[in-house]
């Protein structure tokens, strides 16, 4: 006599099970990269067997919480309205909005995905966008023009890297870092010093 099957997981369910497992291992894994995927299955209200059906190792779950950094950032410069404004502004607004996802996925930051080529590669076509500001703001005369606009998107996407790998030592706001960033940056590469 054939043994009876399990009953299929709604596709709905397959959906919120990956959602809240991607956001707890967001979570867990920004405060200690060295969690284990028991504690992620814990922090989602989920077994470690759901986990694994979701993601077979930790190499995939590390995978998709990148995928979801690179999605997410990609939806958070469609709404900086990068059209509006000056591109000194754009860029403010760039750096603060992309500063606030910053710590959500700062495991990805913390394990050296900008050594990998397909995730800088990634990264470039997200950041395509920012290096169309640049251009428009060297063209309106804000931003020096004898500074290649993908090396000032470089740096500006280096100084958010390097502030979200220092978040646990530092003792600003995401507000100030935002802003430490963005004067850090600007005092590079503006043609003379912003207005506040």
């Known amino acids: 006599m054939p043994s009876p099957k399990q009953p299929a997981v709604p596709r ?19 405060r200690d990269p060295d969690s284990s995927m028991a504690d992620v299955a814990q922090a989602a209200n989920l077994t470690r067997a759901t986990l694994y059906r979701h993601f077979s190792n930790r190499q995939t ?49 913390m394990k050296a995905s900008d050594s990998s080529p397909r995730f800088l590669t990634q990264r470039d076509q997200v950041l395509a966008p920012v290096v169309e ?14 500074l290649s606009p993908d090396w000032i998107v ?20 995401d507000v100030d870092v935002a802003e430490l960033i963005f004067q850090t940056l600007v005092g590079g590469i503006a043609t003379e010093k912003p207005k506040n």
């Open 12 to 30: 709905i369910d397959v959906e919120r099970h990956q959602r809240a497992l991607l956001a707890a291992a967001a979570d867990v894994l920004a």
């Open 61 to 109: 779950l590390l995978k998709a919480i990148q995928a979801e950094a690179l999605t997410r950032a990609a939806e958070t410069l469609h709404a900086c309205r990068l059209d509006d404004g000056s591109a000194l502004e754009v860029l403010r607004r760039v750096i603060g909005e992309l500063g606030k996802h910053g710590m959500r996925f700062r495991i990805i930051l």
């Open 133 to 146: 500001v640049v251009k428009r703001g060297q063209r309106e005369g804000d931003i020096r023009s004898d």
């Open 154 to 173: 470089t740096a500006m996407a280096s100084l958010l890297i390097a502030a979200v790998r220092a978040a646990p030592t530092t003792k600003h706001s």
